[in-house]
């Protein structure tokens, strides 16, 4: 295999970029931190509580399911029951969400960067390994939940030679499709994440509330009223 490195675009730019991600991505896991920690402690306070409305929930969607089956078997004894097949077939259109075109060059695309980039070819160059292992980490998390545009783009800065790993000639003889930055792109969905995570309601409560552990009576109020409710409905089973 040959050394030749792709061309390797350095801009300031590009660095300015990749310390504002490095930034948000602290910041976002600080803010998870905090939020993961708060939620637990909350958890120890009224757990027996979460536990039995739980249950009574878990109850109460048995009663459900089988009053439902119950109403379909008397249905079935009328005369003029006949089995409904239009939401079978509309089940079925509704299978397939993401177009199989769109998940065909999903897979191809993963697929091709992952040939050129695993580890495994990079098992001498001990710097490389690492890199390449971030970079396959990344390809699987995005072919798994992202869509089709964020893994071209993804695809793009790695075969542009943004990684700083040395890719053989066949490499620089695929196909790249041009799209925006990649980087601006994961800038743009780590503020988003952040936002949504400031958004929850736990982080509120640590940010606002002058004292966030009075959220643990509101916690029990809400709870005990979803209980009272639930055994009101699953009464004649308890």
């Given at each position: 295999m040959s050394n030749k490195r792709l061309p390797t675009p350095d801009h300031t730019d590009?660095?300015?970029?990749?310390?504002?991600?490095?930034v948000l991505q602290q910041e976002l896991e600080g803010i998870q931190k905090e939020t993961r920690v708060f939620?637990?402690?909350?958890?120890?306070?009224?757990?027996?509580?979460?536990?039995?409305?739980?249950?009574?929930?878990?109850?109460?969607?048995?009663?459900?399911?089988?009053?439902?089956?119950?109403r379909l078997e008397q249905k079935k004894r009328g005369k003029n029951y006949k089995e409904?097949?239009?939401l079978q077939i509309f089940a079925?259109?509704?299978?397939?969400?993401?177009?199989?075109?769109?998940q065909k060059e999903?897979?191809?695309?993963?697929?091709?960067?992952?040939?050129?980039?695993?580890?495994?070819?990079?098992?001498?160059?001990?710097?490389?390994?690492?890199?390449?292992?971030d970079i396959t980490s990344r390809l699987i998390e995005i072919y798994k939940t992202?869509?089709?545009?964020t893994l071209q783009a993804y695809h793009a800065y790695v075969f542009r030679g943004n990684t700083h790993i040395i890719l053989g000639d066949a490499a620089s003889k695929i196909k790249v499709?041009?799209?925006?930055?990649?980087?601006?792109?994961?800038?743009?969905?780590?503020?988003?994440?952040?936002?949504?995570?400031k958004n929850r309601h736990l982080f509120k409560v640590i940010t606002e509330y002058e004292n966030p552990m009075t959220f643990v009576d509101e916690l029990k109020d809400y709870y005990?009223?979803?209980?009272?409710k639930l055994k009101k409905r699953t009464q004649k089973r308890l």
């Open positions: 590009q660095k300015k970029i990749l310390k504002q991600i490095q939620e637990a402690l909350l958890r120890s306070y009224v757990s027996d509580l979460i536990v039995e409305a739980q249950e009574l929930f878990l109850l109460y969607k048995q009663i459900k399911k089988a009053k439902k089956a119950k409904s097949k239009e079925k259109k509704k299978k397939s969400v993401i177009p199989s075109e769109q999903k897979k191809r695309i993963y697929k091709e960067a992952m040939l050129h980039v695993h580890p495994d070819k990079f098992y001498m160059r001990e710097k490389e390994t690492d890199v390449a292992t992202e869509n089709l545009e499709i041009s799209k925006d930055n990649y980087l601006q792109k994961d800038k743009e969905r780590l503020e988003k994440e952040i936002d949504l995570a005990e009223d979803r209980i009272f």
